[in-house]
């Protein structure tokens, strides 16, 4: 019903930058939340960001000051800027997307690698 595309991770030395992107089609009307999630080797996922409808947004600590997420409604694409990348910030990034009037409400992109090296 809903698929989701992420693009935008790479490889990148400590203290810089990468966006990513990820553009949801389908049955994408009255979008809840969106956000981005990441998994580390032999870690659990975690919450990174989200951001809502409205525009409101939670980071998790290890990223406030450095993440931003934002969204553009019109294009049903949420991004993630990041900057002062860290070696602690490589793993797999997901995209997720929850859409409370459809069952199942809660969609995941295929993922995309992050990696930061010191």
């Known amino acids: 019903q809903v698929q989701l595309v992420e693009s935008g991770g790479g490889s990148v030395q400590a203290g810089g930058s990468l966006r990513l992107s990820c553009t949801a089609s389908?049955?994408?009307?009255?979008?809840?939340?969106m956000g981005w999630y990441r998994q580390a080797p032999g870690r659990q996922r975690e919450r990174v960001a989200t951001?809502?409808?409205?525009?409101?947004?939670y980071y998790t600590d290890s990223v406030k000051g450095r993440f931003t997420i934002s969204r553009d409604n019109a294009k049903n694409t949420i991004y993630l800027q990041m900057n002062s990348l860290k070696p602690e910030d490589t793993a797999v990034y997901y995209c997720k997307t929850t859409i409370l009037r459809l069952d199942p409400s809660d969609y995941w992109g295929q993922g995309t690698q992050v990696t930061v090296s010191s």
């Open positions: 389908g049955s994408v009307v009255d979008v809840n939340l």
């Open positions: 951001i809502t409808s409205t525009g409101g947004s």
